[in-house]
């Protein structure tokens, strides 16, 4: 077994290259997991800094400076953000209020509902079963629950000072990693191992990978986002605003983000409407834009970006988003990218054999 463990271990790690990407992946994880709530600001800066870089580059190609170039762009994106916070967030936080305030009725709707399927086929649902779950929900829905629920908003709230931490250092961060890009890699350099070839070539291949997929996710989300509120509005659903974010952003999760989001626009549809033809149109054109976007926008978005079984993403959602949460899961495919990238760029010698003389020689 040992010798097993050994002639491995030697096929794998025996180049200092390898060695050398091991070393910096692993110290960028621990680093990440262990500091990542002190290190958040600076993660977020480069993240968008990253994506920025994009137009900056295009405007010092064509003869302009890099420091106005990164305050133009920093400008614009921060106008643009201050734009969707002030004209958009407000009508999201009415309308979630609102759908808070009516859950009880629509659950009590739901089951209600139940209970006349029950009666009429008591051979497929068990009554207890019904009285369980309405059990469950009334202790969900009981005032100490609320007063639960306050609390922790509450406590929310507290944060808002480390938020105002963030408006100020992300943008300042930001503009800095744009204007001094190249003196900052430079000075970075010094913390890595000199025989970091494999890393570099390991980065060159993902480079462009990540930036395609980060900006085709936007894209996706933004499409998706629309086109929903829009089916929701002509549909004239309750919340429309507000659902129609909530498909926008469960592209985020791959497969599972539209299963989740698919409860509460069927129980905002059954509560206007009871089981009729509008709630039946409505689920078929949700169905629609669910497919279209998994058959024809996925792949038009991200046919250069991602090539990995369905599997793999699953799993790369549910390990990366149990490290790190809402970042993991936002990520979890160019990570899965990066590892993939990893295991096809690992150098891999052939084992020695050992002739009959004693001398050693590779195997053939």
Do not use: C
């Not at 290259?17 to 621990?30: R, S």
């Not at 870089?53 to 614009?76: D, F, H, K, Y």
């Not at 079963?129 to 639960?148: F, N, S």
């Not at 300042?172 to 003196?183: I, R």
């Amino acid at each position: 077994m040992l010798t097993i463990l050994s002639r491995w271990y030697k096929e794998r790690f025996s180049d200092p290259q390898a060695v050398t990407l091991v070393l910096i992946l692993v110290g960028l994880a621990l680093a990440i997991y262990f500091a990542g709530g002190l290190l958040a600001p600076l993660l977020v800066a480069l993240v968008l800094a990253f994506l920025l870089e994009w137009p900056v580059a295009q405007m010092a190609r064509i003869g302009i400076n890099r420091t106005p170039a990164a305050s133009l762009v920093l400008i614009l994106f921060i106008g643009l953000m201050l734009l969707i916070s002030f004209g958009l967030i407000p009508s999201l936080w009415r309308q979630g209020v609102s759908l808070i305030g009516d859950l009880p009725n629509m659950i009590d709707k739901g089951l209600h509902t139940a209970q006349q399927y029950i009666n009429k086929y008591p051979q497929f649902v068990n009554p207890t079963q019904l009285d369980t779950m309405v059990g469950e929900l009334k202790k969900m829905l009981d005032t100490q629950h609320l007063l639960d629920i306050g609390k922790q908003l509450l406590g929310y709230s507290a944060s808002l000072l480390v938020l105002m931490v963030y408006v100020i250092l992300v943008p300042l961060l930001v503009f800095f990693f744009l204007k001094d890009k190249d003196e900052l890699l430079r000075g970075s350099k010094r913390f890595f191992p000199s025989n970091r070839d494999l890393a570099r070539k390991v980065w060159n291949e993902m480079h462009q990978q990540i930036f395609n997929y980060i900006r085709g996710k936007v894209i996706e989300i933004v499409i998706i986002g629309v086109v929903s509120y829009a089916f929701f509005a002509v549909m004239d659903l309750r919340y429309a605003a507000l659902l129609g974010v909530l498909t926008g952003l469960s592209v985020l999760i791959p497969y599972v983000g539209a299963t989740l989001v698919t409860l509460p626009i069927a129980l905002v549809a059954f509560f206007q409407w009871g089981i009729s033809t509008e709630f039946g149109y409505l689920m078929i054109g949700y169905g629609i834009i669910q497919a279209l976007d998994g058959n024809l926008l996925v792949p038009i978005l991200f046919s250069d970006a991602v090539d990995l079984h369905p599997v793999f993403i699953i799993a790369a959602v549910l390990v990366f988003g149990g490290l790190w949460g809402v970042w993991g899961v936002f990520f979890a495919i160019p990570l899965a990218s990066l590892v993939k990238a990893v295991i096809n760029a690992w150098p891999v010698h052939e084992p020695l054999l050992t002739s009959n003389d004693g001398s050693s020689e590779k195997q053939k």
